[in-house]
Nanobody
């Protein structure tokens, strides 16, 4: 089973930026599509962004478009989420996830095979 470890969360003021990273414990990272999800207190886990195995195809939620960018470095077994112009409503625990599913980036959390432990992002007004 692939292990994922997220980092980069923290406290930031509205309008600020954070860059999340997720490192995978596998030498075959390029075989997996990856995604970022988030979960706020009392809410369901929701899709943020996803990227295919090569990094050439990405998908973002409506709330993330224009502010968040997903990318990956297969040589480092790492996927990133650059978050700019953060808003208080972005406050949540952010999780990265991986799937062996081929094709387009996946937005459905049930299609992912393994998950990280999450990293807290808090955006103050």
């Amino acid at each position: 089973q692939v292990q994922l470890v997220e980092s980069g969360g923290g406290l930031v003021q509205a309008g600020g930026s954070l860059r999340l990273a997720c490192v995978a414990s596998t030498s075959t990272f390029g075989n997996y599509a990856m995604g970022w999800f988030r979960q706020a207190p009392g809410k369901e886990r929701e899709f943020v962004a996803a990227i295919n195995w090569s990094g050439h195809i990405t998908s973002e939620s409506d709330s993330a478009k224009g502010r968040f960018t997903i990318s990956r470095d297969n040589a480092k077994s790492t996927v990133y989420l650059q978050m700019d112009n953060l808003k208080p409503e972005d406050t949540a625990v952010y999780y990265c996830a991986g799937t062996a599913s081929l094709g387009s980036p996946r937005q459905n959390r049930h299609e992912y095979d393994f998950w990280g432990q999450g990293t807290q992002v808090t955006v103050s007004p």
